[in-house]
Every structure is written in C-alpha cells, then in structure tokens.
C-alpha cells in the first residue's frame, strides 16, 4: 500500500460520497449502492502475552501505539482507506472526520 493521498473534501452527514460526487458517478455503479461493507476506525493497536490478557479487570488500562491526536485508521472491509480524526457527533456519539484517503497500489 502506497501512502500518497487526495486532498479530501468531507461529506456532509447522511451524504452518500460527498452529495455532488454521488451524481457524476456511472449508472454501473447503482448494483452496488446496497451492498453493505464493514467500516472500522482503529484507534490504535497493543500486543501482549495471553497471561497479560488474563490479568485485565475492570479499570485496568492498555497501553496503544498511538499518541493523544494522532489520526486514527478507517478500514473498509479490512482494506485501509482513509485517516482521520475522532469527533462528537449529536449527543455523545463518536464520529470520525476523514482527513486524508489513502491510495492502494492496484498492481494486479
């Protein structure tokens, strides 16, 4: 995967592909509309033994590999494709702004 990005100009809410973008898009396209994906942010990543794990309780905290404001990984159906910051949506309701949508090399 390459890092290169696009400038990106965020949808509004409830938009599909940024409003404007969605209306240039093929007629082709329209089959896949309704084909659900996963979408995961991934705040950050640990690994530790197994008998680490088993000592976590309640309360207890794990330690990430990422810095406070550092930008999280949006994954779709397991592929990155973006990064972005955490935001409070409606009434304390996490939302993720993309800042930046990464390029995968297509060398197929």
Same mark, same amino acid.
């Given at each position: 995967?390459?890092?290169?990005?696009? %400038?990106?100009?965020?949808?509004?809410?409830?938009? @599909?592909?940024?409003?404007?973008?969605?209306?240039?898009? @093929?007629? %082709?396209?329209?089959?896949?509309?309704?084909?659900?994906?996963?979408?995961?942010?991934?705040?950050?990543?640990?690994?530790?033994?197994?008998?680490?794990?088993?000592?976590?309780?309640?309360?207890?905290?794990?330690?990430?590999?990422?810095?406070?404001?550092?930008?999280? %990984?949006?994954?779709?159906?397991?592929?990155?494709?973006?990064?972005?910051?955490?935001?409070?949506?409606?009434?304390?309701?996490?939302?993720?702004?993309?800042?930046?949508?990464?390029?995968?090399?297509?060398?197929?």
């Amino acid at each position: 995967m390459s890092d290169a990005t696009d %400038d990106f100009e965020p949808a509004t809410p409830g938009t @599909p592909l940024g409003g404007e973008r969605a209306a240039s898009l @093929p007629r %082709d396209l329209e089959a896949v509309y309704d084909i659900p994906v996963q979408v995961s942010a991934v705040l950050g990543r640990a690994t530790m033994q197994v008998s680490q794990l088993l000592k976590l309780g309640r309360g207890a905290v794990v330690e990430l590999d990422r810095k406070l404001g550092e930008a999280v %990984d949006i994954y779709v159906n397991n592929r990155l494709v973006a990064r972005g910051e955490v935001v409070m949506v409606e009434d304390n309701r996490l939302g993720i702004t993309m800042t930046e949508i990464v390029k995968a090399d297509r060398g197929i």
